[in-house]
């Protein structure tokens, strides 16, 4: 959580120097991420929706194992996507293999 603050503020800091005035946009989107267990590369692609600035949005973007090409929604500089993963309850990431 600290690291997402200091990107944050690195970003304001940003901003403000070159406008005066700091704009930075927040997108938040849910993950469906791989098993914790799974080792290689990955890869995502959006399912449904689209990364919105309500925390409650319907967007879904899903990890795929392999190579495969850059998820890329085309946001201007000083906007962060914000990334939900839900808990398994255990200290681990809840995985979901695709098709689940």
């Not at 070159?18 to 946009?25: A, I, L, M």
């Not at 309500?54 to 973007?61: A, E, N, Y």
């Not at 899903?62 to 914000?82: A, H, S």
Request: one cysteine or more; charged letters at 30%; hydrophobic letters at 30%.
């Amino acid at each position: 959580m600290k690291a997402l603050w200091r990107r944050v503020a690195a970003l304001e800091r940003r901003r403000i120097e070159d406008s005066g005035r700091p704009e930075v946009t927040i997108r938040f989107a849910h993950l469906h991420s791989l098993p914790h267990t799974y080792i290689g590369e990955r890869h995502e692609r959006l399912i449904r929706g689209f990364p919105s600035d309500v925390p409650d949005g319907d967007c879904v973007i899903q990890e795929y194992p392999g190579p495969g090409p850059r998820l890329d929604f085309g946001f201007g500089p000083g906007t962060m996507l914000l990334k939900f993963i839900e808990s398994d309850g255990n200290g681990h990431t809840k995985g979901y293999w695709p098709g689940e």
